[in-house]
T-cell receptor
Framework: NAGVTQTPKFQVLKTGQSMTLQCAQD?????MYWYRQDPGMGLRLIYY???????DKGEVPNGYNVSRLNKREFSLRLESAAPSQTSVYFC?????????????FGSGTQLSVL | AQKVTQAQTEISVVEKEDVTLDCVYE???????LFWYKQPPSGELVFLIR??????QNEISGRYSWNFQKSTSSFNFTITASQVVDSAVYFC???????????FGQGTRLTINP
């Protein structure tokens, strides 16, 4: 019963470094999402993938890139990390991407950029 | 644009008290979906309930109940006889018809003291 698995759980970067956050789901879901959570701002959508082979920008895409590697995996890359990207990142998935569907979330990655 | 406001940043009550978490939303869409998610200390968001804009019927699930009122654009969440395990951050969210792009409120941190 893994659900949505994110790695790593914690990461500290220096400004300008790059890294990739990994996400995998085992529920055979078609749609996957990346959110960031900042104090007092709730969760904001960075990118999403409605289905394998497609990706689209969310509310706050600047400074990020994504790859839908296959149906199971959806990665988020920071090419040149900035302190403003210090946040908790959540990956999520849903079966078909419909607006009435519930999301299944991973446990999050806490990222600090110094 | 859609917006969700959870004006209560933090609430602290004593166990067995009833507590209501407020959620006010803004949207120009006629078709939309409202959600509540719970984020316990472990960090992973868990789906609690969804409502579509055409269904104003209130819902009760055990100690949890939800009051949806289109006239006031509100979707409030009440916990009856609160328990320590209810301590968490609770998020209200809205999705528009046609796409699963949740817009979250800022969240309410609920602490239940023994």
């Amino acid at each position: 019963n893994a659900g949505v698995t994110q790695t790593p759980k914690f990461q500290v970067l220096k400004t300008g470094q790059s890294m990739t956050l990994q996400c995998a789901q085992d529920m055979n879901h078609n749609s996957m999402y990346w959110y960031r959570q900042d104090p007092g701002m709730g969760l904001r959508l960075i990118y999403y993938s409605a289905s394998e082979g497609t990706t689209d920008k969310g509310e706050v895409p600047n400074g990020y890139n994504v790859s839908r590697l296959n149906k199971r995996e959806f990665s988020l890359r920071l090419e040149s990390a900035a302190p403003s990207q210090t946040s908790v990142y959540f990956c999520a998935s849903s079966e078909w991407g419909g607006p009435n569907e519930k999301l299944f979330f991973g446990s999050g990655t806490q990222l600090s950029v110094l | 644009a859609q917006k969700v406001t959870q004006a209560q940043t933090e609430i602290s009550v004593v166990e067995k008290e009833d507590v209501t978490l407020d959620c006010v939303y803004e949207t120009r869409d006629t078709t939309y979906y409202l959600f509540w998610y719970k984020q316990p200390p472990s960090g992973e968001l868990v789906f609690l309930i969804r409502r579509n804009s055409f269904d104003e019927q209130n819902e009760i699930s055990g100690r949890y109940s939800w009051n949806f009122q289109k006239s006031t654009s509100s979707f409030n969440f009440t916990i009856t006889a609160s328990q320590v395990v209810d301590s968490a951050v609770y998020f209200c969210a809205i999705a528009r018809g046609g796409a699963q792009k949740l817009v979250f409120g800022q969240g309410t941190r609920l602490t239940i003291n023994p």
